[in-house]
């Protein structure tokens, strides 16, 4: 998880903060919804994610991740 959290910023924010992190700053945001926050419940559900989504096109993206699934929000006009 250290990995992709020194790639790819986490936030625990409510609505991720575009000021924070301004599209052109960084490949993408990972919201993590899950409440309470316990360690397994956030590893299994990054490890679902991961195995589900294309790293690769997280670019302009936020993705909400929840303990049962995951969202995706592309910035307005960016494909898969």
Known sequence: MSF???IYPLSWDLIPNI???PLNTHHGVIRL???PPLLSDLLGALNHFLERFDIMTIRETVVVLERDGFRVRRAPGRQS
Do not use: G, N
């Open 4 to 6: 992709i959290a020194q």
């Open 19 to 21: 000021l924070l992190y």
């Open 33 to 35: 919804r899950i409440h």
